[in-house]
């Protein structure tokens, strides 16, 4: 599945109704529901992904997340293929989003990313949808 059919398969999908989970939609995408709160900045970390693109859609609540390119970065923890994850220092700029109910961004394998952040002062409940497109 390319990532613009992952995206329109997600918009057709009711996700405020679905259970925290994980759900297999084909060989080359897969999401998952999560619900938590976010949390303060220096308790998320920077990482990025090998073999797959991000969709991070926010289904109900409102999170930050501070985006990079990857190229220049430092790693913190080297990949780990079995999770699909690399950890990164933190630049000293990095560019800042706030997503809110129904808004989504796309992450690719170049930029590194730091989800799960408060949004404003105070922790807050939030709901996700985290799309895995494989990258071919």
């Known amino acids: 599945m390319t990532l613009e059919e992952a995206v329109a398969y ?21 999401f998952m529901i999560q619900e938590y709160e976010t949390k303060e900045v220096a308790d998320c970390r920077l990482e990025t992904h090998k073999n797959y693109t991000d969709i991070q859609w926010i289904i109900s609540g409102e999170e930050a997340i501070d985006t990079v390119n990857v190229a220049g970065l430092t790693v913190e923890e080297a990949y780990d293929a079995d999770r699909d994850v ?30 799960g952040m408060r949004a404003g002062s105070q922790a807050s409940p939030v709901k996700k949808c985290v799309g895995k497109v494989r990258v071919h």
């Open 86 to 115: 690399a950890f990164w220092q933190e630049p000293a700029e990095m560019c800042h989003m706030v997503l809110s109910s129904g808004s989504y961004a796309i992450l690719p394998p170049s930029i590194a990313h730091k989800p």
């Open 10 to 30: 997600l918009k057709e999908e009711d996700l405020a109704t679905m259970a925290v989970g994980t759900y297999e939609v084909d060989g080359d995408f897969y």
